[in-house]
């Protein structure tokens, strides 16, 4: 195969070559790891999509399910003796002594360590504009963002410079980026993928799960992450194997558009592309319907709450004592402790933890953190309600296109709407995904398909059929 | 606050971090408007059951790992500035 086909192939399709004998694991590999390294050293003629590159191949044996195929992975989980700072500076120099279970499931199954991808810091942000690594650049527009925290693996797969990648989404951190990128992006059931040696954001909320070009990638994936682990006791054995999906028709299908989410403050056109993608689906033999989620339009208040009250007690850690760096010469081992925080942290970082620590603070916890946790069993009742009357719940996956780097930067709250359409299934630990519906202006669209718990198979079986009637074409992006 | 968060804020940091956080706790602030008064908070999302597993002791990180990483370490220990200099 020529080194050009060899990277279109979908990871799915390289892994199937690999396991025919028609393909080399090494020559995939370092097909990609020639252009991740590029775009390393590209400097800012590249996306900076990056924080590490393999320096070269692992040894070849046998392949597994996974088949070898390289994987990108966000900087925020561990991997043995490889840079992992959660794209912070505070965590300069960290190489941890142990491998997040997310990876080494992956890994166990056959996929080799490609690189590790730029984020916004400690995942907090929706632009990739938070790191401490610099910003990542759309592939779409350069000027533009490519959504946040996991941009980097986000543009890395939309760029083709890597198969596939691991992120994950708190508010929205897969979903928001695979949108603003064109490519797939799921968001699993709170649980089904343990958090082991993930750096904490908010432990809640937190969740581990694929970024790939198409719906079968991203069910490859996943199907080898899930698992009950020990070590993170949130985590829960998964009750059915994950599928690779095959439908192409939506009859017997119904979905439900809520009002609170596809209205107000989405712009003209992704409206416009997300109701061709509702008009396909009926095309398709779904039934379409309106359904209630009255507590929707309060699930970013509450999120702004919780989230930052969980990072403030998570960050916590991070002292300039067991690990990463230390401010020098302090006068005592608080001025250390304060000086260390303060330069190692960002400015968005340091927003979230004092927004946190307020919200936690004597007197105040009554009035937000457990008003908050009110607010979200109240969105979980709306979405519990709905599923009774609808299979799936689709929205747009994020209120408007990529915007320009800078665009938002001044004005954090402006920031936070991106995460408008997400942070209610975030809240209700449900699984969703984002794919491709269309452009708008030249720049990718997402549709977002939210389902109960453990739904993911009949989720990635509807994206799978509507996926293959959009048929969108992402490879103007691939650099 | 930024004492109680361990977080040094220079004079030129504190006036933008003080207006941006109202501009967000006045948007955490419409839910106040909710009547939540007989709903239970949230304690976890997905019900689940037996998360404890075996109490069984096994290996942990040896010291030199677990020490690897410090910025400072000294006679098998994290080595850290006096609390009061």
Same mark, same amino acid.
């Given at each position: /195969?020529?080194?050009?086909?060899?990277?279109?192939?979908?990871?799915?399709?390289?892994?199937?070559?690999?396991?025919?004998?028609?393909?080399?694991?090494?020559?995939?590999?370092?097909?990609?790891?020639?252009?991740?390294?590029?775009?390393? !050293?590209?400097?800012?003629?590249?996306?900076?999509?990056?924080? #590490?590159?393999?320096?070269?191949?692992?040894?070849?044996?046998?392949?597994?399910?996974?088949?070898?195929?390289?994987?990108?992975?966000?900087?925020?989980?561990?991997?043995?003796?490889?840079?992992?700072?959660?794209?912070?500076?505070?965590?300069?120099?960290?190489?941890?002594?142990?491998?997040?279970?997310?990876?080494?499931?992956?890994?166990?199954?056959?996929?080799?360590?490609?690189?590790?991808?730029?984020?916004?810091?400690?995942?907090?942000?929706?632009?990739?504009?938070?790191?401490?690594?610099?910003?990542?650049?759309?592939? #779409?527009? %350069?000027?533009?963002?490519?959504?946040?925290?996991?941009?980097?693996?986000?543009?890395?797969?939309?760029?083709?410079?890597?198969? #596939?990648?691991?992120?994950?989404?708190?508010?929205?951190?897969?979903?928001?980026?695979?949108?603003?990128?064109?490519?797939?992006?799921?968001?699993?059931?709170?649980?089904?993928?343990?958090?082991?040696?993930?750096?904490?954001?908010?432990?809640?909320?937190?969740?581990?799960?694929?970024?790939?070009?198409?719906?079968?990638?991203?069910?490859?994936?996943?199907?080898? /992450?899930?698992?009950?682990?020990?070590?993170?006791?949130?985590?829960?054995?998964?009750?059915?194997?994950?599928?690779?999906?095959?439908?192409?028709?939506?009859?017997?299908?119904?979905?439900?558009?809520?009002?609170?989410?596809?209205?107000?403050?989405?712009?003209?056109?992704?409206?416009?592309?997300?109701?061709?993608?509702?008009?396909?689906?009926?095309?398709?033999?779904?039934?379409?319907?309106?359904? %209630?989620?009255?507590?929707?339009?309060?699930?970013?208040?509450?999120?702004?709450?919780?989230?930052?009250?969980?990072?403030?007690?998570?960050?916590?850690?991070?002292?300039?004592?067991?690990?990463?760096?230390?401010?020098?010469?302090?006068?005592?081992?608080?001025?250390?402790?304060?000086?260390?925080?303060?330069?190692?942290?960002?400015?968005?970082?340091?927003?979230?933890?004092?927004?946190?620590?307020?919200?936690?603070?004597?007197?105040?916890?009554?009035?937000?953190?457990?008003?908050?946790?009110?607010?979200?069993?109240?969105?979980?009742?709306?979405?519990?309600?709905?599923?009774?009357?609808?299979?799936?719940?689709?929205?747009?996956?994020?209120?408007?296109?990529?915007?320009?780097?800078?665009?938002?930067?001044?004005?954090?709250?402006?920031?936070?709407?991106?995460?408008?359409?997400?942070?209610?299934? !975030?809240?209700?630990?449900?699984?969703?995904?984002?794919?491709?519906?269309?452009?708008?202006?030249?720049?990718?669209?997402?549709?977002?398909?939210?389902?109960?718990?453990?739904?993911?198979?009949?989720?990635?079986?509807?994206?799978?059929?509507?996926?293959?009637?959009?048929?969108?074409?992402?490879?103007?992006?691939?650099? | 606050?930024?004492?109680?968060?361990?977080?040094?804020?220079?004079?030129?940091?504190?006036?933008?971090?003080?207006?941006?956080?109202?501009?967000?706790?006045?948007?955490?602030?419409?839910?106040?408007?909710?009547?939540?008064?007989?709903?239970?908070?949230?304690?976890?999302?997905?019900?689940?059951?037996?998360?404890?597993?075996?109490?069984?002791?096994?290996?942990?990180?040896?010291?030199?790992?677990?020490?690897?990483?410090?910025?400072?370490?000294?006679?098998?220990?994290?080595?850290?500035?006096?609390?009061?200099?």
């Amino acid at each position: /195969m020529s080194a050009t086909n060899v990277l279109d192939l979908s990871a799915s399709d390289a892994a199937a070559a690999i396991a025919d004998g028609s393909l080399s694991s090494t020559e995939l590999f370092e097909a990609y790891r020639a252009r991740a390294d590029g775009d390393r !050293s590209a400097g800012d003629d590249g996306l900076n999509c990056f924080t #590490w590159v393999a320096s070269e191949a692992p040894p070849a044996d046998s392949p597994g399910t996974l088949g070898g195929v390289p994987l990108a992975v966000k900087d925020l989980f561990c991997t043995e003796g490889v840079p992992s700072q959660s794209g912070s500076r505070i965590l300069e120099g960290y190489e941890p002594p142990y491998t997040a279970t997310a990876v080494s499931r992956l890994t166990d199954a056959g996929a080799t360590l490609l690189a590790k991808t730029n984020q916004d810091e400690f995942a907090m942000g929706s632009s990739n504009e938070n790191s401490g690594y610099g910003p990542v650049r759309n592939p #779409w527009d %350069r000027g533009r963002v490519p959504g946040g925290s996991s941009g980097g693996s986000a543009a890395a797969v939309a760029a083709g410079l890597a198969p #596939w990648a691991l992120g994950t989404d708190t508010g929205g951190s897969i979903r928001q980026p695979a949108a603003l990128c064109g490519i797939v992006g799921l968001k699993p059931t709170y649980g089904s993928v343990s958090r082991y040696g993930m750096i904490a954001f908010a432990s809640s909320l937190d969740q581990a799960g694929p970024l790939t070009r198409d719906v079968r990638d991203a069910a490859l994936l996943f199907g080898q /992450m899930t698992g009950r682990d020990d070590r993170d006791a949130t985590s829960l054995q998964f009750p059915h194997a994950i599928e690779l999906p095959t439908a192409e028709r939506l009859d017997g299908v119904t979905l439900g558009v809520p009002d609170e989410l596809t209205g107000e403050g989405i712009e003209a056109g992704v409206l416009e592309s997300f109701r061709a993608s509702l008009a396909l689906a009926q095309e398709l033999g779904a039934s379409v319907r309106e359904v %209630r989620l009255p507590h929707a339009p309060h699930a970013l208040a509450a999120y702004y709450v919780l989230a930052p009250a969980e990072a403030s007690s998570n960050l916590a850690r991070f002292d300039g004592v067991r690990y990463g760096m230390r401010t020098p010469d302090a006068e005592d081992l608080l001025d250390m402790y304060t000086s260390t925080r303060h330069d190692g942290f960002g400015a968005e970082v340091k927003r979230r933890i004092m927004l946190g620590t307020y919200a936690l603070s004597s007197g105040y916890y009554d009035a937000y953190y457990g008003r908050a946790q009110r607010v979200r069993t109240k969105i979980a009742d709306d979405f519990r309600a709905a599923f009774a009357e609808v299979d799936f719940i689709v929205t747009p996956t994020a209120p408007t296109i990529a915007f320009k780097l800078g665009e938002k930067t001044a004005d954090p709250l402006s920031m936070y709407l991106n995460d408008f359409c997400t942070v209610p299934m !975030s809240l209700a630990g449900i699984p969703a995904i984002s794919i491709p519906s269309g452009l708008s202006d030249g720049l990718p669209v997402g549709l977002q398909i939210a389902g109960p718990a453990f739904s993911e198979n009949k989720l990635l079986d509807a994206a799978h059929a509507l996926e293959t009637a959009i048929g969108f074409d992402g490879s103007s992006a691939r650099v | 606050m930024a004492r109680l968060a361990r977080l040094a804020l220079s004079e030129d940091e504190i006036e933008p971090m003080a207006r941006e956080l109202s501009a967000v706790l006045d948007h955490i602030a419409t839910i106040g408007e909710l009547d939540l008064d007989d709903v239970a908070p949230t304690s976890h999302v997905v019900e689940m059951t037996g998360a404890l597993r075996a109490d069984e002791p096994r290996p942990s990180l040896p010291r030199e790992v677990a020490l690897s990483q410090a910025p400072a370490v000294s006679d098998n220990g994290f080595l850290v500035p006096s609390p009061q200099a």
